[in-house]
């Protein structure tokens, strides 16, 4: 069964090799160096430029429509073949909310809850980014349950790095 990888940007190359992943999905703020896995092809590798801010803030790039369009169509590129790793800085925000988005574009037939749900189950810290979600609501057309669903699981455990997980489409 294909699935999703959550980790943080200092796990990135392990969780790569681990998995063996065919595809990554960076959100990270933009000056961030991140190089990309030997295994990953370059059109394999996206590398989305943002801050982890839910409101505008003097010298960051907030999550904008932007971002989401190019996160959908790369994740709807995705072959399935093999794993994907979503990865932020942290492991806690960006990369949760990118999760979440990337499995609801997959499978639009998922209900909300349920993939919010499994995100909480499967890691105590993570808190998704609920402007990155907001966004990607409108663009799925999901009339506001993403971020309700989002929004109900609320902020996960306070770390300073994430709980990596598993997210089975």
Not at 109 to 121: C, G, Q, T
Not at 154 to 169: H, I, M, N, S, T
């Amino acid at each position: 069964m294909p699935f999703i990888q959550v980790c943080s940007l200092s796990r990135l190359q392990a969780t790569v090799t681990s998995t063996r992943a065919s595809h990554v999905l960076t959100l990270i703020n933009e000056q961030t160096a991140v190089p990309r896995p030997r295994e990953i092809l370059p059109d394999n590798h996206l590398f989305l430029g943002m801050s982890d801010i839910i409101e505008p803030l003097d010298g960051h790039i907030e999550p904008a429509e932007a971002h989401v369009n190019r996160l959908l169509a790369f994740v709807r590129g995705w072959s399935m073949d093999s794993p994907m790793v979503v990865h932020c800085y942290a492991g806690v925000s960006r990369s949760t909310a990118a999760a979440l988005i990337s499995v609801a574009a997959l499978r639009p037939d998922r209900p909300e809850k349920e993939i919010a749900d499994l995100i909480r189950a499967r890691s105590p810290t993570a808190t998704p980014n609920l402007r990155l979600i907001a966004i990607a609501d409108k663009a799925l057309g999901r009339s506001g349950r993403l971020f309700l669903a989002a929004e109900r699981i609320g902020r996960g455990a306070d770390c300073f790095e994430g709980v990596p997980f598993k997210l089975e489409l």
